[in-house]
Each structure stands twice: as C-alpha cells, then as structure tokens.
C-alpha cells in the first residue's frame, strides 16, 4: 500500500519514496525549554508519532530513525535565567523532563535521536564557515548574517514575496545588514549575558541563531538530506525557510525531499494567547483528563486541519473510547497476533487521515460487540493491531475500566481494608465492604494470586 503526504515544497500529496527504505529519516523540530509546554505544542509531536508508528509498521521498526530535537539554547531562555537567577542548564533540565512526561503521558513514543543544540555548537560553527566560505554569509557588527540575495531560490518553502520575508526577518541582529530579509547565524554575545550561554567562534564569543541548530543537528545525526522534515504551520516561515537556505547553499543538495506541516489549534475557536488568558498548559490538563482522552482529542481532526480544543471534544473523545474499551472488555478472550486492519492502514497511508482511521476502529468496535464468542480472538486481535499503530487501546481494559470510577485509590483502599478484615477473621467487616462496593457497581473479584476489582 502507498504511503501518500502531503508535501509544502510541492503544495500536493505525493507518493512517499525514502533514499533508502532500509534507513527512512524523519526530523521534527522541537521545544524551547524554558517553561512549560500548552497543549497547541502537543499537536507536532502527536500528528507525527502517528507518522513514526506508520512508518515502523510499513518499513520495520529498526529501519526508522527519527530525531526530534531539544533547544536548550536561546533568548527566551537566557532571560528565563536572568529573572528567576537560576542557571541556565537548571531550567532547561527541568523544562526537558516536564516536556517528556508530558508526552509520554499521550503515549508518544520516545524518538530515537534527541539531540540537544548545545552539543552540537561546533556542527554549527562550521556550517556558518562553510557558508562565509561560499560566499552565503558574511559577518557584521553583531555576529554574522545570511545573505539571503545569494540563493537564487530562497522562499521556495513558504512562496512568500519579498515584502514578506522582510517583516519576517528577525531584527535582533540589525546593524550591518546588507539586505532587510538577511537573517542572523551567529549573535554575539552581550557583556550581560551568562557564561553558560556563549561559545568561542572564528567570530568572537556568541551562540547560533535559532535556524542554524536545526540545520546543524539534523545533519549531524540524521545527514545532509533527510527523507521527512517536519513541524507546525508556524514553522514554514521564516524558521524552515532558512533551514533550506543555510543547509542546501553549505551542501549543494536538497536538505529534505518531504515537509510537513501540521494546522494550528484553537481554543474555544478563540485563538489561543497570553493576552487572551486562554493559555491550556499541557500539564495542567493532563490533571483533569486521562492522557488516552487527550491524544484521542488531538487525533480527531487531521493534521493539517485546524483543531478547536474544547471540553465537548474531549468529552467526547473520552466516550468513545470508553465504547472502545467495553468491547474489548466485553471480549474475554486472548487476542489474536495480527496485522492492524486494512481500512485503518490505508486511512493513515492517505497522508495521515485519522478522523477516517478513528472511524474505521469505532466500526470494528461495532462489529465486535455484536460478534459471537468463537470472532473474539480475532476481532480483538484486529482492535489491539490497530490501537498499536494509532497510539490507542494499550491500557488493561480491566485498568482502564477502574480508572473510569474515577477514584480507583480509595476503591483500592477499600479492597485492601477488606483484605486486611479477611485475614483478621472479621468476616462481617469484610462482607460489609463488599456491599458496599457492589453498591457502587464495583465487584471483587478473589483469586489465588490475591483481589482485583473492576467496574461492572
Ligand atoms: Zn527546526
């Protein structure tokens, strides 16, 4: 079956064809360290975990590297640490961890390079060489700019005009600009910024701009030209753009043959802002909301449609898979080892449609609960495969069932209590607790390996 995406360079879905199938390349820009991360952030790493599952499903797992990486360097975080006097590597050690458990926590699997611009400060360094070298850069009073004049095709990616480009060019290097649209590769350091933040270059103390650790970080652990670039719609310009600009004038070849881009996320059909005051942390949610629910939330529009983050959609979202997790309760049977099924497989190998593929599950889930008992292996078989590749459904069912009491400690407390009556010989405390747990709809269930309860 195709893999068919939809490419920004080219503006139309095409059929995915890696450099080597035996080594499929994907890079997707990460976060900025400083502080937490909102759920808008959650949509890249989400949209494209479904990408990373498809594609180690399609050409095997050990034959995909994906890397995503971590900025641990930049203004934002230098004055993270001015205001809160904290050094630098505290805060972005901290913000890391948050972001990973935070993903985790929506079941994206880690991916297998996360390289971190400050290691790779010296790949930096020489791509700008390079670039100087050839005449696509040169340096000025606050470190040195791309000239963006010099490459003939520069803005391909966005198709944006000049006047554009111009008002989209950083200005926080601005002195000695040949051209308004060049932008900074290397800022040199201010007498007030930390140690911790600056490096020695042919160029004077500084650190690299933004663009350049993407460009750098992607060739050094992935290569010159990667199958699959990937991140927000926010990101094409000016951030890709220049990633094209810097990798291909140092490389002289295509820095990646696929780019893709998801939609934003609103709130409440409002935009989400800090002046708005609408700003949903991802943390913060993942307090009142199974992380299962979220990631269903996210998958349910496509990646490259807008999303409207509303508490209905994720009302919703938490219904059906409770629907989905009764049905394969309901089937109390050892699932079958298969593939994933084809209607959900080709939902995803059309650019990534999961509304359709979530669709197709919620079918088979129909399906299954009007199956006689000798269809379940392989009817759930057929729901775990398709869970698997979609990010959904890998929770105990029996787990997941308890969790929808919505307080599983005390109801585990009380299990325990009832235990601790049993071995006192107390049997009237014992059978009261039951009671009044079957009156809450729960049943403990006694085995030899000791009492497990679930929801009936
Ligand atoms: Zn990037």
Sequence with gaps: MDLRLHNTLTREKQVFSPQNPQRVTMYVCGPTVYSYAHIGNARPPVAFDVLFRLLRAKYGESHVLYASNITDVDDKIIAAAA???????????LYERIYNEDLAALGVIEPNLRPHATEHIGGMIEIIQTLVDKGH????????LFDV???????????????????GARVEVDAGKKDPADFALW???????????????????????????????AKAVLGETIDIHAGGLDLIFP????????????????????WLHNGFLSMDSEKMSKSLGNVKLINDLLKHYDGETMRFALMSAHYRQPLDWTEALLNQSKATLDRLYNALRRMDVEADDVDAPKGVMAALCDDLNTPLALAE???????????????????KGRMLAAGRLLGLLQQDPEAYARGDAGDAKRIDALVQQRIDARKAKDFAAADQIRKALADEG???????????????
């Excluded at 850069?137 to 040195?144: E, S």
């Excluded at 003939?152 to 006047?163: E, F, I």
């Excluded at 810097?246 to 295509?254: L, M, N, W």
């Excluded at 729960?442 to 009936?456: L, N």
Aim: hydrophobic share 35%; net charge negative.
């Design 83 to 93: 205001e809160t006097g904290r050094p630098v590597g505290e805060i972005t050690a």
């Design 137 to 144: 850069a040169y340096p000025a009073k606050d470190g040195v």
């Design 149 to 167: 004049p010099s490459m003939a095709d520069y803005g391909k990616l966005s198709g944006r005009n000049r006047d554009d480009m111009i008002a």
């Design 187 to 217: 800022k040199a350091a201010k007498p007030s910024e930390p140690k911790e933040a600056r490096w020695d270059s042919p160029w004077g103390e500084g650190r690299p701009g933004w663009h350049i650790e993407c460009s750098a970080m």
């Design 239 to 258: 951030h890709h753009e220049n990633e094209i600009a810097q990798s291909e004038c140092a490389h002289g070849k295509p820095m990646a043959n696929y």
């Design 361 to 379: 599950l919620s079918a088979l889930a129909t399906e299954a609960n009007k199956a006689e008992a000798p269809e379940w292996p392989k009817l």
């Design 442 to 456: 729960i049943e403990i269930m006694d085995g030899p390996q000791g009492s497990t309860w679930r929801r009936v």
